[in-house]
């Protein structure tokens, strides 16, 4: 087979196209960081005083806990989030804590501008790429308890 040339085609394109594409993506910087993982093992006795806002659809409370703290919010008569107050943009950043907004149902960062849904951590507005990072709840109606775990 002398003087055989290469003819490139649109498959040796496509490829070149995927090289490409693959090594300039793998080079962008991410700027969300993650969370820095705390353990939480929580108990809250919704009959105590300082718990006393969860007691009604709607409400939320702010608790020690976490990385930066945690946001407990009733959804339901039977279901409860809780996420930790660190803003996922830059959770390590001097100043950035996320602070609830109840009149829109969400948190913000006033730091870096992100807004989450309280309802279930997405992103609604903002620079952050990541929900926000959640804790599991076990809700004991009979026992007014809410375990809080990650």
């Known amino acids: 087979m002398p003087g055989r040339t290469f003819q490139p085609g649109p498959i040796n394109y ?9 090594a ?3 080079c962008r910087k991410e700027n ?13 006795y919704l009959s105590l005083p300082e718990y006393s806002a969860l007691n009604s659809v709607g409400n939320s409370i702010t608790i020690n806990g976490g990385y930066k703290g945690i946001i407990v919010y009733r959804k339901s008569i039977d279901d409860f989030a809780a996420y930790d107050r660190a803003c996922p943009y830059d959770p390590t950043a001097s100043g ?3 602070n609830v907004d109840s009149s829109l149902v969400q ?10 849904s309280l309802f279930d951590g997405s992103i609604t507005n903002g620079p952050a790429s990541r929900p926000l990072r959640a804790y ?3 809700y004991d109606a009979a026992a007014q308890s809410l375990y809080i775990h990650n």
């Open 14 to 22: 496509l490829l070149l196209l995927m090289i490409g594409w693959m």
């Open 24 to 26: 300039i993506s793998s």
């Open 32 to 44: 969300d960081s993650q969370i820095p993982n705390v353990p939480v093992n929580l108990t809250l």
């Open 96 to 98: 950035s804590i996320l």
């Open 107 to 116: 948190v913000k960062d006033d730091k870096c501008g992100s807004r989450f």
């Open 136 to 138: 599991g709840t076990e």
